[in-house]
């Protein structure tokens, strides 16, 4: 299943927070880093796990896990 540019962007942003802090970012931290509000990042995550590119545990803080490889995803930007 292929993803847009944006999407791309936040699945990658995900993997380089994860592996340079060895944990899953918070909704703030993505928040700060794509300069926009709470209710897109949270639009934005509902869609990347319904699209089988995230899975999140309901009720637990940090709990993103990236479902690709490094392979399959784009450069950040």
């Known amino acids: 299943?292929?993803?847009t540019k944006k999407q791309g962007q936040?699945?990658?942003?995900i993997y380089y927070y994860r592996k340079l802090?060895?944990?899953?970012p918070a909704h703030s931290d993505i928040q700060q880093y794509?300069?926009?509000?709470?209710?897109?990042v949270n639009n934005m995550l509902k869609?990347?796990?319904r699209?089988?590119?995230?899975?999140?545990?309901?009720g637990k803080a940090?709990?993103?896990e990236l479902l690709l490889e490094r392979e399959q995803l784009p450069e950040l930007e």
């Open 1 to 3: 299943m292929e993803y």
């Open 10 to 13: 936040y699945l990658a942003f």
């Open 21 to 24: 802090n060895r944990v899953a």
């Open 34 to 40: 794509f300069r926009s509000d709470p209710a897109s």
């Open 47 to 49: 869609t990347l796990e």
């Open 51 to 58: 699209k089988g590119f995230i899975r999140r545990e309901p």
């Open 62 to 64: 940090r709990s993103i």
